[in-house]
């Protein structure tokens, strides 16, 4: 069996920018065990399969270590390849996943994606080591949904966390740190060893956590965000109810074949 694969580089205009993602393009579903061994292969943050059905597309992510239940950079580059690579010149295409249905629409060189908003509460209970596992001076406050969501006081607390991803692998934990921003309303980090990433790029699905917390704190519904890893990514931010909606431009790296 052959397979396509492209790899794009999401939340970026330049090459080597932004996040990684693998897009393996599908006409039916493969197994789950040889699905998560490509991703294992393919050693990036996210590899994403996706199969038509009717006018929709069912999506599925997974990180070298497990399958998650959502992603946005990788689902921003299956738009690309979509977009670009194979035809599909609809307005908007639908995404089903295992967070429902996720919508992005093509707006010039920007794909925006219509995710659901899931706004952290605060947390009274968290690991009693988690100052020092993310290698930080001080915590204003810790808040939960999906991921832990950890407030520090400045973009430079974000910048110069030096997180220990074996302590923090050991809490179980996703964890998202966050400060706001110089020129962008808000930073942050994602650190996720316990699936097999210990810094991702730029997260998506972070954001859908991080844009209901700043757009609350700051009274903003449209904002711009930056993801301060070592390759860094610029979202584009808005708040609409349960939704939350997410931009970014995607830049093409190569296509390959699989042979399995």
């Not at 580059?77 to 599909?88: E, H, I, P, Q, R």
Request: charge should be negative; aromatic fraction near 12%; charged fraction near 25%.
């Amino acid at each position: 069996m052959k397979l396509t694969l492209y790899q794009v580089d999401a939340f970026t205009n330049k090459l080597f920018g932004g996040n990684p993602a693998a897009v393996v393009p599908l006409e039916k579903w493969i197994d789950d065990e040889l699905m998560q061994q490509l991703a294992m292969e393919n050693n990036l943050a996210e590899t994403v399969f996706f199969v038509p059905r009717e006018d929709e597309f069912y999506i599925r992510w997974f990180t070298p270590v497990l399958e998650i239940n959502l992603c946005g950079h990788a689902t921003l580059a299956s738009s690309y390849v979509l977009y670009n690579f194979l035809g599909y010149n609809k307005p908007a295409i639908i995404f089903n996943s295992k967070s429902g249905k996720l919508v992005v629409e093509k707006k010039g060189d920007s794909l925006l994606m219509d995710f659901p908003s899931w706004k952290p509460e605060k947390a009274d209970v968290y690991p009693d080591n988690l100052q020092e596992a993310l290698g930080v001076k001080e915590i204003v406050a810790v808040y939960k949904y999906r991921d832990l969501l950890v407030e520090l006081n400045t973009e430079e607390d974000v910048k110069n966390a030096k997180p220990d991803f074996t302590a923090l692998k050991n809490m179980g934990e996703k964890v998202i740190i966050t400060a706001p921003g110089k020129k962008h309303d808000f930073v942050s980090r994602f650190f996720a060893p316990v699936a097999g990433v210990d810094e991702d790029p730029v997260t998506g699905s972070a954001h859908s956590q991080l844009i209901p917390f700043w757009s609350e704190k700051l009274n903003k519904s449209v904002m711009q965000a930056k993801q301060l890893s070592q390759r860094g990514g610029e979202i584009h931010c808005e708040q609409k109810g349960e939704r939350v909606v997410m931009g970014g431009e995607c830049v093409f790296y190569m296509k390959g074949e699989f042979v399995v």
